[in-house]
């Protein structure tokens, strides 16, 4: 019992549950709404685009093994309390867990384009896969790189479901592209503000490492400036969200009130309140705030389908 909990606390089961519930609910509230709308018939049917999802949560989990396997050391620092790799499972089975999940991601995809109209998904995930080995080996010390390679790849999440319908591009599904590319521009930016928080959160043990994480390079009050940029650019973009497809229509008030209370109002509060943390914990509290309204944001795919 003890190993299963550490397993599923190394792959994060928390992030993994966030990926599964933004592909499901997109899956029902835009994907399959605007192609039955538009009369199209989908690359992926509801069976594959499960097998889409269980890819995802394959690789995203291998990508967190392998960031733990890789940065051992720096976490006993950190998060000593938290360690799991060596001191519940050891270092080789976290290898073959991350071997086996990746492999799996890359032969599900490989399934998916022979089985479907889909082309080169096994390509495009290897790609991810790739990535994230490196960015755990290199990329996550150096200066900004990792941050959003992270970021792209959580992007990725949703840009892969328009990914496998390329071939599907019509004028009339251009608004379900649209909204793709929106949702998947939110996830980028408000996981490029957190990836930056955690940074700051952990700038003790990254120091000890020789890490180039921007807190390091250009110190604390800088790299609080540029989230504060990050973050009032991303209330901006989502205020002209809400005027250019609601057009603060209070016909759709819920959407509108929904938006202002449990995205734009967090995200007010995290701007203020960043500038005056300075302890590795306040600056946790801010990162699982945003990641609060990482989900809050996803979840207004509901209110498409409402």
Known sequence: ?????????????????????????????????????????????????????????????????????????????????????????????????????????????????????????????????????????????????????????????????SFCEIANYQTSLMHFFNISFLYAGFALLISLIREVVKDMEDIQGDKMYNCKTMPIVLGIKATKTFVIFLSLLLVAIIVFTLIYFYQLNWTYWIGLFYTIIFILLPLCWFIIQLPKVHTPTAFHKLSSLIKLVMLTGILTIVLFKL
Request: aromatic share 16%; glycine share 2%; hydrophobic share 60%.
């Open 1 to 161: 019992m003890k190993l299963f909990k550490a397993f599923v606390q190394l792959i994060r089961w928390k992030n993994l549950l966030f990926i599964i519930l933004t592909q499901v609910i997109f899956l029902y509230c835009i994907y399959l709404p605007f192609f039955n709308d538009a009369q199209i018939k989908t690359n992926l049917s509801v069976n594959y685009f499960f097998v889409l999802i269980l890819i995802a949560v394959c690789i995203a989990a291998a990508g967190n093994i392998i960031n733990d396997y890789f940065d051992y050391k720096i976490d006993v620092i950190n998060k000593p309390n938290k360690v799991i790799v060596h001191n519940v499972i050891a270092k080789k089975w976290v290898l073959c867990w991350y071997i086996f999940l990746s492999v799996i991601g890359i032969v599900l995809s490989y399934v998916i384009d022979v089985n479907t109209h889909v082309n080169n998904l096994v390509w495009a995930n290897s790609i991810a896969v790739l990535l994230l080995f490196l960015y755990a080996v290199f990329f996550k010390k150096q200066f900004l790189v990792g941050n959003l390679l992270i970021s792209i790849l959580t992007a990725w999440v949703i840009l892969v479901i």
